[in-house]
């Protein structure tokens, strides 16, 4: 029980970095109807960036400055580049961005090399957050940081590490953030307005453009800020664009395209999908047949349904995106069906 509580969380602080990530690829999409194939790049520029910012300025200022270099490099990105092919449609600013995460891939490995790079967390954030005791007959209970070698001695313990906890943290403070700044401030009545009646903005006075440029700017900070994150809890890779890079796609589509709420909601329903399977031991014909179905070998489909729940947990956020495309194409919390 311990464990499956442990993955829960795990799921939980998962699900908040595809959040920090999948914020700011909706918040573009929401504002300029791109999708940005270049984001999960911008994930690892940030993680690069803070890196080298470490070893000159210590971690907490390369925390705040690698987001602010990246989304500078992205507005730059937006004013040189991919205004000029807008006008062109979509597929051109596909292939721009598409075409661009290889370029950043390459100029990665070409600055900091094709091997992991020791990427640690500060000491502040090294060890337990807290530890979770399992005694038979006794039940759970919670030791804030790691638990004594005695307490462990007579009960299975698991760790929860400080890193997850400062990421779970750090989402949902990015999250109440985004609300406050699109609902309760100028600035973002100014960005929900360019969104729907541009002209109108421009009318009143406003650089409808230098928006735009600004919230992808806005954008790829984010997800820089999720890279500073993710770095110091996973591993500082060049691969680390392609890991996170389809996954939150799928959380944008499940969660519904432009919908900030459901880019939140898609991400937590993602990152439980991706562990809490890994702690049932069944298959999917067990779980069918505990449902009442009857699953025999003339069953169809029936060597898949044999598969163990773990073994398939990495697709399952594949098969959740296409019955979402099939039943409810907008996503679970869409408004707009394009």
Known sequence: MDQVFINLLNGLSSGLLL????????????????????????????????????????????????????????????????????????????????????????????????????????????GSAFTVVSQAGQGMSLVLGKASPEQCAAALCSTFPLTRAFMMVVALLMLLGLWLLLTRTRVGLVIQASLTHPEMVESLGHNVPRVLMLVFGSGCALAALAGVIGGITFVTEPNMAVI?????????????????????????????????????????????????????????????????????????????MVLILIFRPKGLLGTRED
Do not use: C
């Open 19 to 126: 959040f920090m990530l999948s914020s700011g690829l909706t918040l573009i999409f929401s504002m300029m109807g791109v999708l940005n194939f270049a984001h999960a790049s911008f994930y690892m520029v940030g993680a690069y960036v803070a890196y080298s910012l470490v070893g000159v300025l210590g971690f907490w200022p390369a925390l705040l400055l690698a987001p602010l270099i990246v989304g500078g490099l992205g507005a730059a990105f937006e004013r040189l580049a991919l205004r000029r092919v807008h006008k062109f449609g979509h597929v051109p600013e596909l292939l721009i961005t598409f075409g661009l995460s290889y370029v950043i891939l390459e100029l990665v490995q070409l600055i900091w090399g094709r091997t992991a790079v020791p990427f640690t967390p500060p000491p502040e954030l090294q």
């Open 244 to 320: 996170v890079g389809s996954i939150i796609f799928v959380v944008v589509v499940v969660g519904g395209i432009g919908s900030l709420a459901g880019a939140f909601v898609g991400s937590l329903v993602i990152g439980l999908l991706q562990t809490l399977p890994l702690t049932v031991d069944g298959s999917l014909a067990t779980l069918l047949t505990s449902l009442g179905l009857t699953v025999t070998d003339t069953t169809p489909g029936y060597p898949v349904l044999r598969l163990a729940l773990k073994d398939v947990a990495p697709i399952l956020p594949y098969l959740l």
